[in-house]
């Protein structure tokens, strides 16, 4: 960060702690007034399409999105890209899939889909402990990344500084959630996508005019600059190094593609559309954002290379996860003015407001499914109970996993974030394809697919180079690597349809003639929205 003084850092101080303090403002003002469930949980619907689809997008693209990708792009080059591009197209494939059935069946948590036509109480809880196991590896490596960000910006180094940046961020994120619900935390993704877009923007304006608005040009530098030549600007590039590397690349890129829209906190946007028309043009608002950014953080990345070289990138951080801030910083050159300096600090601005909003979305989807599928899911409890149990729901996913979180934070958390993609691969994208379209799909089937998904993810993640046998693992100094693949994709998500299949077929010919009869008596209600189910 050469070339920024203490007054940058005063400023980026000052900034982050005004938007912390507006986004606590804006929770107590948009959040619920009273004991009412429906805007607690939905907001009762209030966004228009193109607020509902900015805070989609929002959602959708996380801190951990911003700094793992545009550090792929720096490093590797085209595979990068295409992680990019695999992540915009997870979205899409959302979009015509499962968005409308998803808004017609489901009411205010995952639970909700499934026991539109499966009731029950083994369901609702299959649902939460897979919701909190997708969240929870997503929300540690973005909390714990939030004291090394800080460092790395305001220049300190003590770890007892970092472990207090966690806390406190963490508190703030629970705040967010208990107070605003789904309505407050729509507004901070607003927020957070309208700033991100239009600060990287300009960042990759900037980065093509060091390069005479050339992209040819920019992509040769950075080949130049990369340490392997044309092989920078060619697939396979991530991979070369492990046994199987096509098959290698093809299982991260199904693995992003299928599980990315899939997770929790992205599916419940989809309940607080009020029709399915509605829901269409969230969508359609959605997905450009996210495939604008793609193309933001592809030139922002090879910038970062093309300007300061892998080498320099790496000596920054091994895993290239402040490839973005550095690409950002390089293109002002030696000397800073005090617009860019500004305009620097917006960009350091908007990464901390991803944060936020990140971790605020998934506690708040987490908290959600503790309250209304495990907790109150089949007793007679008030309204304002419910709101109770849902606040106090998310002090106890939000203090363990800031513990933590705390404790971690000198791992290389790298494999908790393809964690939490595989499970939404490998567990609910089969549940939700299943139990949204298949008549015969019985609830042995669902729980099947939903918590054999999940362990079978847990058990070949463990045997991965990411978790050992390389020096970048989470646990370097130790090897257990069985498994030839960086992500389980190409085996867990077979064994997901698998699973729902084989637990269908268990079930018998009887309980799955019953199931079909309980579709059907809905089905007109999820695949059409004729009727809007209330619980």
């Not at 079930?507 to 209330?534: D, F, M, N, P, T």
């Amino acid at each position: 960060m050469a070339g920024f003084g203490g007054s940058t850092q005063a400023m980026q101080l000052v900034a982050f702690s005004t938007v912390a303090t507006v986004i606590l403002l804006l929770c107590i003002m948009t959040g619920p007034e009273g004991d009412d469930l429906d805007e607690f949980y939905t907001g009762y619907g209030s966004l228009s399409p193109m607020r509902n689809g900015l805070a989609i997008a929002g959602d959708y693209i996380s801190a951990a999105t911003v700094m793992s990708t545009s550090g792929v792009i720096a490093f590797y080059g085209y595979d990068g890209v295409v992680l990019a591009l695999s992540t915009a197209l997870s979205l899409m494939l959302l979009m015509f899939l499962l968005a409308e059935p998803l808004r017609n069946a489901g009411q205010f948590t995952m639970g909700d889909v499934f026991a539109r036509r499966m009731p029950g109480r083994a369901v609702r809880m299959a649902a939460c402990a897979t919701t909190i196991a997708a969240l929870v590896p997503m929300m540690l490596i973005q909390l714990a990344s939030t004291g090394d960000l800080l460092a790395f910006l305001l220049g300190f180094s003590d770890d007892g500084v970092k472990t207090g940046c966690i806390i406190g961020i963490g508190a703030l994120m629970i705040s967010y959630a208990a107070i605003g619900g789904m309505k407050g935390t729509a507004f901070i993704q607003i927020l957070k996508i309208v700033v991100l877009l239009g600060s990287g923007a300009v960042v990759a304006a900037l980065t093509l005019r060091q390069f005479d608005w050339d992209p040819g040009a920019l992509l040769s530098a950075a080949a130049a600059k990369s340490g392997v030549g044309s092989a920078f600007l060619r697939s396979g590039l991530q991979f070369a190094g492990g046994s199987y590397p096509r098959l290698d690349m093809i299982s991260s890129e199904l693995t992003v593609v299928l599980g990315g829209a899939c997770l929790p906190h992205i599916t419940m946007r989809m309940y607080t559309a009020n029709s399915a028309r509605q829901v269409r043009r969230s969508m359609s608002w959605a997905v450009p954002c996210v495939a604008f950014f793609a193309l933001i953080i592809t030139v922002v990345g090879f910038g970062a290379t093309a300007l300061l070289g892998r080498a320099a990138i790496a000596g920054a951080d091994p895993t290239g996860r402040t490839a973005y801030l550095l690409g950002s910083r390089a293109v002002f050159g030696a000397s800073v003015s005090t617009a860019e300096a500004l305009l620097f600090t917006t960009v350091t601005t908007a990464l901390f407001l991803t944060l936020l909003a990140s971790v605020a979305g998934m506690i708040l989807a987490c908290a959600n499914t503790l309250a209304h599928d495990l907790f109150t899911s089949g007793r007679q409890i008030t309204a304002p109970r419910e709101m109770a149990i849902a606040r106090v729901s998310a002090l106890a996913v939000g203090v363990p996993t800031i513990f933590l979180a705390a404790n971690v934070q000198h791992y290389n958390l790298q494999p908790l974030a393809l964690l939490s993609v595989s499970i939404g691969a490998s567990a609910i994208a089969p549940a939700l394809v299943y139990g949204l379209f298949w008549r015969r799909y019985t609830r042995t089937g669902l729980l099947w697919t939903l918590l054999g998904g999940t362990v079978a993810t847990l058990v070949l993640m463990s045997g991965t180079n990411l978790v050992s046998g390389s020096p970048l693992a989470a646990f370097p100094g130790s090897d257990f690597n069985w498994f030839p693949f960086t992500s389980t994709g190409l085996v867990s998500i077979p064994l997901g349809f698998a699973f729902g299949w084989a637990g269908t077929v268990f079930s018998g010919q009887e309980k799955a003639e019953e199931q079909r009869h309980q579709y059907e008596a809905v089905e007109a209600s999820i695949l059409g929205g004729i009727v809007r189910r209330g619980n």
